[in-house]
T-cell receptor, first 112, second 112 residues
Framework: GENVEQHPSTLSVQEGDSAVIKCTYSDSASNYFPWYKQELGKRPQLIID?????GEKKDQRIAVTLNKTAKHFSLHITETQPEDSAVYFCAALGGGTYKYIFGTGTRLKVLA | SQTIHQWPATLVQPVGSPLSLECTVE??????LYWYRQAAGRGLQLLFY??????ISSEVPQNLSASRPQDRQFILSSKKLLLSDSGFYLC???????????FGQGTRLTVV
């Protein structure tokens, strides 16, 4: 677990387009990769997660892909809608640490 | 089912005053507990985490302290608040460091 780099910090897309957010981690022992969505003034909530024994996971318009060799994972949102506008956080966890540390966040704006 | 309670929701405190934020979890035992701070428009900074009663790990040297007097109770304190302590404070719990974290509603603290 621990340090995760997240890019981009802000992302604006037109409604209906796709959005991709990428996170890179350094600890090869990481084995759990969650994504959280935080709407303005609200608490973060899990939207999708993936474990290291899986390369891709999909839930309707949201998908996460994991490349263990390159140590990066990405969040894909297709057919974006205005309600997708929020801040998204990733994390890379496991390896025996109890720290639950998040990436720096991506502010997604979906333009109508 | 498990629930997390955090209070108060908002707080305005003068510089130099003490602080006590409380978080309790229901419906589970021996949760991992976390305190985060989020400055306006910024990421989730891990302040403290606890894996058991009386076991507190501090991530960032600061004007704050944490305590876990009971299994499902996590308290964030300060003896003298600074202006820089203003922010959105979030408590969270997880069954293990490799599973979903559940956040409280947050406390918006303004130090004046």
């Amino acid at each position: 677990g621990e340090n995760v780099e997240q890019h981009p910090s802000t992302l604006s897309v037109q409604e209906g387009d796709s959005a991709v957010i990428k996170c890179t981690y350094s600890d090869s022992a990481s084995n759990y990769f969650p994504w959280y969505k935080q709407e303005l003034g609200k608490r973060p909530q899990l939207i999708i997660d993936i474990r290291s024994n899986v390369g891709e996971k999909k839930d309707q318009r949201i998908a996460v892909t994991l490349n263990k060799t390159a140590k990066h994972f990405s969040l894909h949102i297709t057919e974006t809608q205005p309600e997708d506008s929020a801040v998204y956080f990733c994390a890379a966890l496991g390896g025996g640490t109890y720290k639950y540390i998040f990436g720096t966040g991506t502010r997604l704006k979906v333009l109508a | 089912s498990q629930t997390i309670h955090q209070w108060p929701a908002t707080l305005v405190q003068p510089v130099g005053s003490p602080l006590s934020l409380e978080c309790t979890v229901e419906g589970t035992s021996n949760p991992n507990l976390y305190w985060y701070r989020q400055a306006a428009g910024r990421g989730l900074q891990l302040l403290f985490y606890s894996v058991g009663i009386g076991q507190i790990s501090s991530e960032v040297p600061q004007n704050l302290s944490a305590s876990r007097p009971q299994d499902r109770q996590f308290i964030l304190s300060s003896k003298k608040l600074l202006l820089s302590d203003s922010g959105f404070y979030l408590c969270a719990w997880s069954p293990s460091p490799e599973t979903e974290a559940f956040f409280g509603q947050g406390t918006r603290l303004t130090v004046v």
